[in-house]
Nanobody, 118 residues
Framework: QVQLVESGGGLVQAGGSLTLSCAVS????????MGWFRQAPGKEREFVAA????????YYPDSVKGRSTISRDNAKNTVDLQMNSLKPDDTGVYYC???????????WGQGTQVTVSS
């Protein structure tokens, strides 16, 4: 069983930056692909960033590309998401997800709230 705990959310002004962190326990992080997703009120959960279990592939949607960086530290069992030039549209609950190697995301954290004020 994999447990994920997100942290680092908060209230930030537009143009500001935040770094979200996902702490992983229960299994070795090195065997899991990791992703960040977000859900705004009244909207479906959307993909924000992902890093492969080997760390050799990274993906971002156009909405955050160039403003966000995902990174993993297998020794510390953490995955971070740095977000810059934040916009009000970035507001939402951010979730960390994990999937064994190339399988689907089967494990989720409880989420951390990010609010970007204009």
């Amino acid at each position: 069983q994999v447990q994920l705990v997100e942290s680092g959310g908060g209230l930030v002004q537009a143009g500001g930056s935040l770094t979200l962190s996902c702490a992983v326990s229960g299994r070795m992080l090195s065997s899991y692909k990791m992703g960040w997703f977000r859900q705004a009120p009244g909207k479906e959960r959307e993909f924000v960033a992902a890093i492969s279990w080997r760390g050799d592939r990274i993906y971002y949607p156009d909405s955050v590309k160039g403003r966000s960086t995902i990174s993993r530290d297998n020794a510390k069992n953490t995955v971070d998401l740095q977000m810059n030039s934040l916009k009000p549209d970035d507001t939402g609950v951010y979730y960390c997800g994990a999937g064994l190697r190339d399988s689907a995301y089967n494990y989720w954290g409880q989420g951390t709230q990010v609010t970007v004020s204009s």
